[in-house]
């Protein structure tokens, strides 16, 4: 498979990367301290804040995105996990929504994949397809935070935006 190891003088090189990661989403999420702030008098009682209980009803999120916006998400049915088999499966749906959504991408075949290190990514079955596609993965450092975006500004503001309407 294709890969990209060194620093790219483009100016765009960063316009051109996709990247995905996973997140569990709870079915019901209370809400946080500053969600449920309010103004009460001086001779009311400070309203209760329960603890923070997640509940036991959740689903895995796979989400592809790259400087635009969201590309593709996929809700793991439940039961599933993400393994290679199913990993593949992402991956071709993926490429199937790339086409309408970013068709300037698909065409020129200009772009990247950033992917983490999961062994269902690595596994053989979805390496092999990625060959067969012809795709560029960026390679990913081990234990590496920065190359981690979603964690910081994309996952909260799904979740936020779920969580609205579960």
Known sequence: MPRFDCHSSDPDFFKKIVTGDETWCF???????????????????????????????????????DWQGV????????????????????????LNKIRPVR??????????????NAPSHNATIAEQFLVRRKMTVLDHPPYSPDLAPADYFLFPKVKSHLKERL
């Open 71 to 94: 590309i593709h998400k996929d809700f793991v049915p439940e039961g599933e996990t993400i393994h290679a088999v199913y990993y593949r499966g992402v991956m071709e749906r993926l």
């Open 27 to 65: 079915v019901y999420d209370p809400t946080t301290k500053s969600q449920s702030a309010a103004w009460v008098g001086q001779t009311f009682p400070r309203p209760k804040k329960l603890r923070f209980q997640k509940s036991r009803v959740k689903t895995m999120l796979v989400i592809f995105f």
């Open 103 to 116: 068709p300037g991408m698909c065409e020129s075949g200009d772009w990247f994949l950033s992917r983490h």
